[in-house]
Each structure stands twice: as structure tokens, then as C-alpha cells.
């Protein structure tokens, strides 16, 4: 029983993790990569942002924002249904 109310407890806090700290947290490593993907002159003259961070940066965002889309279309998924016709998730 108490293993049981253990486990539960915890698929609480990873989905608050996830969903609630979890994205905005997300978002701002997305910031704190973007930040130190600055511009760096090349032999050229030309700036180019560092790559690794740039990539990480992206990915983060990209999570942050299929997470928002996501929410909403499951927030919206009946009256998708009802008006458009549309079954989101089906």
C-alpha cells in the first residue's frame, strides 16, 4: 500500500516536472543556449553563431512550443470535434 501511494506520488511529480516547472525551465536553458551561441566573427568577416548551442537552443524552443500546440489542441479537441469536424486525438 505504501509502495503503491509511493509510485503514485511520484508520476505526480514527474508530470508536474514535465508540465508545470518542467517547460518553463526548458525554455530557459533554450535562452541561456542562445545566449552563448553569440555571433563570432570568422576569417571572413562574416558572423556565424556557434553550432552545438545553437542546435540545443532550437531543440529547446522546438519542445516548448509542441508542448503549447499540444495543450491547446487537447484544451480545444472537443470543440474541434463538434464545430470543424476534426478529431485530434481520436
Known amino acids: ?12 511529480l514527474l508530470a508536474g516536472l514535465c508540465f508545470g516547472a518542467g517547460l ?5 536553458v533554450g535562452i541561456a ?3 552563448r551561441a553569440t555571433p563570432q566573427p570568422g ?3 562574416t558572423a ?3 553550432g552545438a548551442a545553437l542546435v540545443g537552443a532550437v531543440l529547446c524552443f522546438a519542445i516548448v512550443l509542441a508542448a503549447v500546440v499540444i495543450g491547446v489542441l487537447w484544451i480545444t479537441r472537443k470543440s474541434l470535434d463538434h464545430y470543424l469536424g476534426i478529431s485530434v486525438f481520436g
Not at 500500500?1 to 505526480?12: D, G, N, P, Q, Y
Not at 518553463?24 to 530557459?28: E, K, R, V
Open 1 to 12: 500500500m505504501i509502495a503503491e501511494m509511493a509510485r503514485s506520488a511520484l508520476a505526480v
Open 24 to 28: 518553463p525551465a526548458l525554455f530557459t
Open 33 to 35: 543556449l542562445w545566449s
Open 43 to 45: 576569417p571572413d568577416g
Open 48 to 50: 556565424r553563431r556557434g
